[in-house]
């Protein structure tokens, strides 16, 4: 009687553990598919979030040509992060102040593209081999290699590609051309902007010129 009983128990035992272990692939199972429609979710957020900053570009870049940049101051997509719309009014704010440094610049006027520089010590310029810190040094600096419209001929922008660093800081890469002069130099640019005091200023520039003609 005893090993009978013995026998029920044991087999009771294994059916027990049996239907543990198959509750436990159900939840396994059902835990996994849970966790993949999240991840689809994100997915297709992330597409769209990265599909509206595109968008966002395109209409920006529509504007510049509009403005009569003819097409000189591009906009190369990039992937921005999860909130598309103030990776939006970054890129925009940036693009104004490179619009407006470009027709400073054409107009011979130096002092008001310094202008969005950034009026500090702290600031930075690297070019040719050399760092420049400060602004006033900066803008003596500019002075002395351009002292004249001539020198100076018709700046414009291409390739640029603006990432925004959060809500207060962005980076710019970017090529230049200046042409209207009797060689037409050229090369490529890298920008920190900060958000300073409610404007958008270089906080370091390094630029480069190409040796090598187009």
Same mark, same amino acid.
């Given at each position: 009687m005893s090993q009978s009983r013995g026998a029920e128990s044991?087999?009771? @035992?294994?059916? =027990?553990? @049996? /239907?543990? /272990?198959?509750l436990m692939m159900t %939840?396994?199972?059902?835990y996994f598919l849970w966790q993949r429609h999240l991840w689809s979710r994100k997915l297709v957020q992330l597409e769209s979030s990265r599909a509206a900053m595109v968008a966002e570009q395109l209409k920006i870049q529509a504007e510049a040509q509009n403005a009569g940049n003819d097409g000189n101051l591009q906009l190369a997509p990039e992937e921005l992060g999860d909130d598309s719309r103030e990776g939006a009014a970054v890129i925009?704010?940036?693009? #104004?102040?490179?619009? %407006?440094?470009? #027709?400073a610049w054409n107009a011979g006027d130096i002092d008001q593209f310094?202008?969005?520089?950034?009026?500090?010590?702290?600031?930075?310029? *690297?070019?040719g081999g050399k760092t420049t810190r400060s602004w006033q040094l900066t803008l003596e600096r500019y002075r002395q290699r351009y002292p004249s419209a001539r020198e100076m001929g018709? =700046?414009?922008f291409g390739e640029l590609e603006i990432t925004p660093l959060g809500t207060e800081a962005a980076m710019v890469l970017g090529q230049w051309r200046l042409t209207e002069r009797d060689d037409e130099p050229h090369g490529?640019? @890298? =920008?920190?902007?900060r958000l300073i005091d409610g404007r958008w200023l270089i906080v370091h520039d390094h630029t480069?010129? *190409?040796e090598e003609p187009d």
């Amino acid at each position: 009687m005893s090993q009978s009983r013995g026998a029920e128990s044991y087999g009771q @035992t294994i059916v =027990l553990a @049996t /239907v543990a /272990v198959m509750l436990m692939m159900t %939840a396994g199972a059902a835990y996994f598919l849970w966790q993949r429609h999240l991840w689809s979710r994100k997915l297709v957020q992330l597409e769209s979030s990265r599909a509206a900053m595109v968008a966002e570009q395109l209409k920006i870049q529509a504007e510049a040509q509009n403005a009569g940049n003819d097409g000189n101051l591009q906009l190369a997509p990039e992937e921005l992060g999860d909130d598309s719309r103030e990776g939006a009014a970054v890129i925009s704010a940036i693009a #104004d102040v490179l619009r %407006a440094q470009q #027709d400073a610049w054409n107009a011979g006027d130096i002092d008001q593209f310094m202008e969005y520089y950034w009026k500090s010590d702290e600031l930075t310029f *690297s070019s040719g081999g050399k760092t420049t810190r400060s602004w006033q040094l900066t803008l003596e600096r500019y002075r002395q290699r351009y002292p004249s419209a001539r020198e100076m001929g018709k =700046l414009t922008f291409g390739e640029l590609e603006i990432t925004p660093l959060g809500t207060e800081a962005a980076m710019v890469l970017g090529q230049w051309r200046l042409t209207e002069r009797d060689d037409e130099p050229h090369g490529n640019f @890298t =920008l920190n902007f900060r958000l300073i005091d409610g404007r958008w200023l270089i906080v370091h520039d390094h630029t480069s010129k *190409s040796e090598e003609p187009d």
